[in-house]
């Protein structure tokens, strides 16, 4: 199975975990298997008939509040496959501030494989609100085009385009990777699980 | 058991996780799924006002701190003036050692951890032709025996899973200027043609008796307060090069002083490491050593709601309002504790515990890939230089761990070597260069082509010609390479701490702060102090004084770290039913080139835990 880092970035109270929480709770059928763990979200998904109907598995990195003091570890960037940068549609001054994560995330992730994702999320509060009071649709569209950023608009709220947004980025990542998967037949690597000790004892030095 | 005065764990504060018994009563502590508060919870609007514990410094001792007391169920304010994680244990770029060494010179600093830093850069790095951000190198470098209880820690946090591991089985030992293969398993000593066959026996007797030498009390006992040279000649009958291997190389003790129960209990760590994994007695961690540690156990922390932030300096404390103040002016009620790393001190303090204990350190890295002297597969060594082998007749050992590029700390075509010492005074500097230059010759040697020289190359009887015997360096010792080795970074330096060479925290070190043994007028009355990494090479020091710092905030250590993740999936139909369906073979990595395998949340974790072999 194909299985890919993606982080979370945005300021707080964009609704970053919510995006995931709906993900991972809307996605859950037989094909789709997920776990919360206290490490990061796992979340498998199958693609459709037009991607072979591959199965890929995202760890998903949330900030755990750490983005709040701009105290994000090099490790959360390390090794990312893909990002969703998120704002809020109804809090226009957090479309800037989206647009400074992307500048970070560039400087991070030197692999320019990266997939990222500009989210604007509470699409559900937009529809009550005075449309000049939100974020402008078209400038967060043209910002993610010149950047080369996937664009959408959701709810985690209702769930208004939330798998959307993994789905298309687990095709572009399959397209990526297609070739890999022929030759996934590999040997072990050279790193160690830790959570598999050694069951055989034949080279033991041990009594 | 439990403490009277032990703060409600996390489980007990929280009752809504506990289903209640038919007497009423709370249950099942042990299948708890912790509450994940840092993801699921609101994110507080300000800065808290009020924390149980403020922690000052992302060290390691200070990150496993602080994700136990956040699983507990503490609030936790963890902070560091640097703008990095890691503290005296970071993992540095080359950039963010000019800085580093630049601070660490700053005359005008009031307290010194550290002295004598010096820095070479090559210009290849000004020029571009390595560039800092590849580079990853640790302040304090260390490695996991395979069975440790820091080992245990990381796989029962699930702190593992932000991390990669990579075995190191190469251990040379430095001899008659040749290097030496430590020689570890049963097979090998079986299999070993060079040893005679009483060695032989009495090697397996020793080993045999180590493995149980506490319960075998009547035959150490006498030689309690003696070395173990002494110990092993004379019980064992084993001879110089298998009793400094026992000490220096399995062991990794520092001199020949060590005592036979400290040394018996060193000889033993390495051979119940060996096998648990693999035929490795030892792991480090991928990206660099304990800076990607802390990096990790912060992040845990703040999963279980810990609120961090970099950049951020304590200035002052006082017990009795229990007010911490920072740079910025804010401030923080503090309930429980305050605790600091010494290097964190906010100015005009006075209670910081001395720094006894000098270790010196020399880490350079050089453009040469050290291929020769790992094994197949791996990208790590460690060589030891035991007393009196170099030209400066030490008396200390000098240990050197080396990383190459595989272990993504470094280009490709260059390593890191990380030389160390207790030797104090300015012997220790020249024990490190002794050992550098033993080692550049070393490596020159077994790297040079062999020259178009007839008379230098040999063949056997059967005609084959013997390129390795170049390898293993004797016999064109006098070989002397027009090759140099080029560094594109070198750095001396000696650090300070309050932690013997090779010893352990020692409780009492957490009871000079006490309310009796204020200083007047000093801004870190009450802080507790926590301890700088010491010159042991393993990571065996930090839970012990994690522990014991969080037995002093909490009141006991009874459920320091008393998690079970194993039911990841709280409110899941199918609970467990993705456990055991992958095949690990299929699992391809995202654009890898060497054949990782990611550790995944779903395998199977029936040996979550059971580390015993």
């Given amino acids: ?207 | 058991m439990l403490n009277s005065e032990r703060r409600p764990s996390m489980a007990e504060r929280r009752p809504s996780f506990f289903s209640p018994g038919p007497d009423g009563s709370l249950q099942s502590t042990s299948l708890l799924v912790p509450h994940l508060a840092g993801i699921e919870d609101p994110l507080p609007e300000t800065t808290p006002e009020q924390v149980d514990v403020v922690i000052a410094g992302t060290g390691l001792i200070e990150s496993i701190l602080s994700a136990a007391l956040a699983w507990q169920g503490s609030t936790v304010l963890h902070i560091d003036s640097n703008n990095y994680y890691g503290d005296t244990w970071a993992t540095m770029t080359i950039d963010q050692l000019k800085n580093w060494t630049t601070l660490v010179n700053d005359k005008s600093s009031e307290t010194r951890f550290y002295k004598d830093a010096k820095l070479y850069v090559s210009g290849l790095v000004s020029q571009g032709k390595f560039k800092s951000k590849n580079f990853g190198i640790d302040l304090s470098p260390k490695i996991l025996f395979a069975q440790s209880d820091l080992l245990s820690v990381l796989i029962k946090s699930r702190v593992h899973q932000y991390l990669e591991f990579q075995s190191l089985s190469n251990f040379h030992t430095f001899e008659n200027d040749n290097f030496e293969r430590l020689t570890n398993s049963k097979q090998e000593i079986f299999t070993n043609q060079t040893l005679p066959l009483m060695t032989k026996r009495n090697l397996m007797r020793f080993i045999k008796f180590v493995f149980e030498w506490e319960k075998n009390t009547e035959v150490w006992e006498p030689y309690a307060d003696q070395p173990l040279a002494s110990f092993l000649v004379d019980k064992f009958k084993l001879e110089k090069p298998q009793v400094f291997e026992l000490i220096f190389s399995i062991g990794m003790c520092r001199n020949l002083n060590t005592r036979t129960p400290e040394g018996l209990a060193r000889i033993r760590r390495f051979l119940t490491s060996f096998d648990v994994y693999g035929p490795f007695p030892v792991l480090y961690s991928k990206y660099g050593g304990p800076g990607e540690l802390s990096q990790g156990f912060c992040r845990s922390a703040a999963v279980a709601g810990a609120t961090y932030k970099l950049n951020h300096k304590l200035v002052s404390y006082d017990p009795n309002s229990q007010t911490a103040v920072f740079e910025d002016g804010s401030r923080v009620r503090v309930t429980e504790k305050i605790v600091a790393s010494p290097t964190q001190h906010p100015p005009n303090s006075g209670n910081i515990p001395p720094q006894k204990y000098e270790v010196h350190r020399l880490t350079c890295v050089v453009e040469k890939d050290c291929l020769q002297w790992f094994s197949e597969g791996e990208n790590a060594a460690m060589v030891v230089f035991p007393p009196d082998s170099l030209k400066t007749g030490n008396t200390e050992t000098v240990q050197v761990a080396i990383l190459g590029s595989g272990a993504e700390v470094c280009e490709p075509g260059t390593s890191i070597w990380y030389f160390s010492t207790t030797q104090e005074g300015p012997r220790g500097d020249l024990d490190l260069d002794a050992a550098l230059e033993a080692m550049i010759a070393s490596i020159l040697r077994e790297s040079s082509e062999i020259p178009d020289d007839d008379e230098l190359v040999q063949i056997n009887p059967d005609g084959v010609s013997l390129v390795n015997s170049v390898k293993l360096g004797k016999s064109f010792k006098e070989l002397v390479s027009k090759e140099q080795i080029n560094f594109i970074m070198k750095l001396y330096y000696t650090q300070y701490t309050s932690t013997p060479p090779f010893d352990v925290v020692t409780p009492n070190l957490f009871d000079l702060n006490k309310s009796d043994k204020y200083m007047p007028g000093a801004s870190d009355n009450g802080i507790l102090y926590t301890s700088l990494p010491s010159g042991e090479v393993s990571y065996d020091e930090a839970i012990t004084a994690a522990k014991l710092l969080y037995e002093k905030i909490v009141g006991s250590d009874d459920d320091f770290f008393d998690l079970d993740f194993e039911n990841d999936e709280p409110d899941s139909k199918n609970n467990n039913k993705t456990m055991g369906n992958y095949d690990e073979s299929a699992i391809a990595d995202d654009d890898d080139d060497d054949d990782d395998i990611r550790m995944m949340d779903a395998e199977p974790v029936e040996f979550a835990g059971e580390m015993e072999i």
């Fill in chain 1, 1 to 207: 199975m194909l299985q890919f880092k993606l982080v979370l970035l945005g300021d707080s109270s964009v609704g970053k975990s919510s995006i995931v929480h709906r993900f991972v709770k809307d996605s859950f059928d037989e094909y789709r298997e997920s776990t919360i763990g206290a490490a990061f979200l796992s979340q498998t998904i199958k693609l459709s008939e037009q991607y072979d109907e591959q199965v890929l598995k995202f760890e998903i990195w949330d900030t755990a509040g750490q983005e709040r003091y701009k105290s994000l570890a090099p490790m959360y960037y390390r090794n990312a496959n893909a990002a969703l940068v998120v704002y809020d549609v109804t809090e226009p001054g957090s479309l800037p501030k989206a647009k400074l994560w992307v500048d970070e995330l560039k400087e991070k992730v030197s692999d320019d494989k990266l997939i990222i994702c500009l989210v604007g999320n509470k699409l559900d509060l937009a529809a009550e609100k005075e449309s000049s009071s939100l974020v402008d649709e078209s400038e967060a569209r043209e910002f993610a085009k010149d950047n080369n950023l996937l664009f959408h608009q959701v709810s985690a709220k209702t769930g208004e385009n939330v798998i959307k947004v993994f789905e298309e980025i687990g095709e572009i990542l399959y397209l990526q990777n297609k070739d890999k998967i022929q030759e996934s037949k590999k040997p072990a690597g050279s790193n160690v699980s830790l959570q598999r000790p050694s069951t055989n004892d034949s080279q033991s030095c041990c009594v």
